[in-house]
C-alpha cells in the first residue's frame, strides 16, 4: 500500500512515497527542509566527518560506490546545505550502490540531513520483526542549496516495532547523508525503574494529602 505525506516547514514543500505493510506501527514521518538539528529527542550517531571511516556500515558494500566525501569533491552532489555543522564530510552513495547501517540498539526514531534529494535515492528502514519500508526521494531534481531538496527526514515507530537498520541507496548519482541521528527504544530496565519512580512519587503524594488531611 502506498501512502503520501506533503509535510510543509521553513516555506519548503517536499514528499515522499513510502511503501510497506498496513500495520506498520508508523506514527509519523515526513520531511522539515533546511532545518539544521535533529528533531528531539533524536541524538546524532553517526556524523561521517572522517573521511575514509565505513566502519558503520555493514559488510557487504561496495567500497568503489560507497564513500565518505568533502562536500561537492566526488562531483556528484553535495550534503545538505543547511546541515549543522555545514560544509563537513558526508556520505555519498553512488548510483548502483548501497550502504545498511544496524544500530546497536533498537530505535523508535530516526532522522538524517538528506542532501541535494532525488526520485533515484531510496531509504529503506528494516524493522525488528523483518518488515521493511522503502521510502522514494521526491521531488528530485537533485537542486543543491534549495531547501525544498535540502533539509532533515525525519521517520517514528512505535516500540514494538522499533528500527533495527537503515540501507541508503541509489540508481544513480547519487545519496547525500550527513548527521544521522536517532532515539532508542528504552531498555527493560530503564522501564522499570521508571515505573518505580512513577510509583513512589505518587506514594509520597498519597502520603502528603494523608498527613494534611489528618492535620
Not at 541508503?168 to 530503564?190: I, R, Y
Amino acid at each position: 500500500m502506498n501512502k503520501f505525506l506533503k509535510t510543509a516547514a521553513v516555506a519548503a514543500v517536499a514528499s515522499f512515497a513510502i511503501s510497506g505493510s498496513a500495520n506498520a506501527a508508523l506514527s509519523a514521518f515526513g520531511f522539515e527542509g533546511g532545518l539544521p538539528a535533529p528533531r528531539a529527542p533524536d541524538s546524532v550517531l553517526y556524523n561521517f566527518d572522517v573521511l575514509g571511516d565505513l566502519s558503520m556500515i555493514d559488510p557487504g558494500y561496495n567500497p568503489a560506490l560507497v564513500a565518505i566525501h568533502n562536500t561537492g569533491s566526488d562531483g556528484s552532489g553535495a550534503q545538505n546545505p543547511f546541515s549543522n555543522p555545514a560544509n563537513t564530510p558526508y556520505l555519498s552513495v553512488l548510483g548502483g550502490g548501497s550502504a545498511t547501517i544496524t544500530f546497536d540498539k533498537l530505535m523508535k526514531s530516526i532522522s538524517f540531513d538528506w542532501g541535494s534529494i532525488d526520485t533515484y535515492n531510496t531509504l529503506t528502514i528494516t524493522l525488528a520483526d523483518g518488515t521493511t519500508h522503502n521510502i522514494i526521494g521526491n521531488p528530485g531534481g537533485g537542486n543543491q542549496t534549495s531547501s525544498s531538496n535540502n533539509g532533515r527526514y525525519y521517520a517514528v515507530w512505535d516500540g514494538a516495532n522499533a528500527i533495527k537498520s537503515v540501507t541508503f541507496a541509489s540508481s544513480s548519482n547519487s545519496f547525500e547523508v550527513d548527521a544521522l541521528s536517532g532515539s532508542a527504544v528504552p531498555e527493560p530496565a530503564t522501564w522499570a525503574m521508571m515505573i518505580t519512580g512513577f510509583g513512589l512519587a505518587g506514594a509520597a503524594i498519597r502520603r502528603r494529602r494523608n498527613i494534611l488531611a489528618v492535620a
